[in-house]
């Protein structure tokens, strides 16, 4: 029924993981940030699922729901904070949102 | 054959998560951002979770990436490029990079082979039946900071009149 393994799952969620990662370290515009952190969510919930579905357990993929439920909020939240640094700071470029440093 | 669908889901996922990743302009991000979901969505299909390949699609694709993409033509930024590559990122990504290599290393030594599931896929009843007894006040809870952060967008979103004009 399902031939592909469980660490073949997991392997491609680490992969995803990693690739968010480099995203968030490298990137400029917090936007595009943000979609990376979201593409982090993403890969911790394939292995959430992976492991319910090889486990028999329906713990992990509840899980699932409430991450997605939150992630949704936490999208919300964070865009809007994006809209009111930009009104005050007429940019979303990182670097140059340096009020704190020094 | 599923061999060949998992494959094809995987790549479709990494390669557009790799292009959000390197793309220039925050509109194809958001683009392959979709695409990505959609990779994603079938490995969730892949792993017998019809209901959250759905929802999946239902509020990342039609919720997320939609404010998202309200949120690019609202601001309209200029595409930036990628940061200067500094020392504080090396060490970042070294740190990171281990940690990974660790956590890939103890899952392929410790997890015993497990080649397919043992256990018959979940129904939709199974699902139901979690959400509303063992998980009642997490749902619960949820709904509340649904509530929460609406309430926190609107007073960060609206414009309130200066203080002195209050007066």
Redesign the interface.
Same mark, same amino acid.
């Given at each position: 029924?399902?031939?592909?393994?469980?660490?073949?799952? @997991?392997?491609?969620s680490? @992969? /995803? =993981?990693?690739?968010? =990662?480099?995203?968030v370290?490298?990137?400029?515009?917090t936007?595009?940030i943000?979609?990376?952190l979201?593409?982090m969510l993403?890969a911790s919930?394939?292995a959430l699922?992976?492991f319910s579905? =090889?486990q028999?357990t329906?713990?992990g993929?509840?899980f699932?729901? =409430?991450i /997605?439920? @939150?992630?949704?909020?936490?999208?919300?939240?964070g865009?809007? @904070?994006?809209?009111?640094l930009?009104r005050r700071r007429h940019?979303?470029?990182?670097?140059e949102l340096n009020a704190l440093k020094n | 054959m599923a061999n060949v669908l998992f494959y094809t889901f995987a790549l479709l996922t990494l390669v557009s998560a790799l292009l959000v990743v390197v793309n220039k302009n925050p509109i194809n991000s958001a683009m392959f951002l979709l695409l990505s979901l959609v990779g994603m969505a079938g490995l969730f299909v892949m792993l017998d979770a019809a209901l959250l390949a759905f929802v999946l699609i239902l509020v990342y694709a039609g919720a997320v990436v939609a404010l998202f993409l309200f949120i690019i033509m609202l601001l309209d930024t200029t595409p930036g490029g990628f940061k200067p590559f500094r020392k504080l990122t090396m060490v970042a990504a070294t740190i990171g990079g281990l940690l990974l290599a660790l956590g890939a290393h103890t899952v392929t030594i410790n997890v015993p082979k497990i080649a397919a599931p043992l256990h018959a896929a979940p129904s939709l009843k199974n699902y139901a039946g979690m959400l509303f007894t063992t998980y009642l006040l997490p749902v619960q809870l949820v709904g509340f900071l649904l509530l929460i952060a609406m309430l926190g967008v609107i007073v960060l979103s609206k414009k309130f009149a200066p203080v002195e004009d209050v007066k």
């Open positions: 029924m399902n031939p592909v393994s469980l660490e073949t799952y @997991i392997a491609a680490a @992969i /995803l =993981f990693v690739i968010g =990662f480099v995203g370290l490298l990137r400029k515009n936007l595009v943000y979609m990376c979201e593409l993403l919930t394939l699922v992976a579905r =090889f028999g329906l713990d993929a509840v699932v729901f =409430f /997605l439920t @939150i992630a949704a909020a936490e999208v919300a939240v865009l809007a @904070i994006i809209v009111a930009f940019t979303v470029q990182v670097e | -």
